[in-house]
């Protein structure tokens, strides 16, 4: 289905089948990725996104189209879903490492890959909730900088504010896992 977002609500509004199910396929994997990023944990991650898509089909009868960007409303609903999430959550889970040696080929590559990835996953959920947020909209959502400025409902200057701030607190946490690893 080639239709616009709008229109897609609009036959979702009249329990159209094929709009759900085009709506999920555009939308599903941009919210199991943001939640993702946001929560650290897959699982949570695709409950956020069923409760946006509930979100969805709820709002669809009424959404007037022209009164609000509908990509800009969905991150904003998913973010909110996760900061509720994390509000509500106490500790932090942390990955293992495996006890013994895998004799793969490659498998050294792979920890020391996986191992990187975790280090930024940690980094990043270490950040203020603002400056994460910064953060996943422009480079793991892709959106543009007036895109991420209106999800958070700031102005681009705060945006770019947020995100030199994160930037810098990310290099120096990066900076010092590195270190402690030598």
């Keep these: 289905m080639g239709e616009t977002d709008e229109r897609l609500l609009a036959l979702i509004a009249q329990n159209n089948a094929a709009a759900v199910d085009a ?40 959404w007037r189209a022209g009164e609000a960007k509908f ?7 998913a973010l909110n879903l996760c900061y509720d999430r994390l509000r509500r ?33 940690r980094a990043l959920a270490e950040l203020p909730e603002r ?19 209106e999800v958070m409902g700031i102005s681009i200057e705060a945006l770019e504010s947020l995100l030199s701030r994160a930037r810098r607190q990310l290099r120096s946490r990066l900076g010092r896992d590195r270190d402690e690893m030598t």
């Design 131 to 149: 400056q994460r947020e910064a953060i996943v909209l422009q480079y793991y959502q892709e959106l543009s900088n007036s895109d991420a400025a």
């Design 23 to 62: 709506m999920v396929e555009r939308k599903l994997p941009r919210l199991i990725r943001l939640a993702t990023r946001m929560l650290g944990d897959r699982g949570e991650a695709e409950d956020v996104a069923q409760e946006t898509f509930l979100r969805i089909w709820r709002a669809a009868p009424g």
């Design 89 to 121: 959550r106490r500790e932090t889970p942390v990955a293992e490492l495996p006890d013994r040696r895998d004799e793969r080929p490659g498998a050294e590559a792979d920890m020391l890959a996986a191992d990187d990835q975790h280090q930024v996953r």
């Design 71 to 77: 990509d800009t409303w969905l991150h904003r609903v």
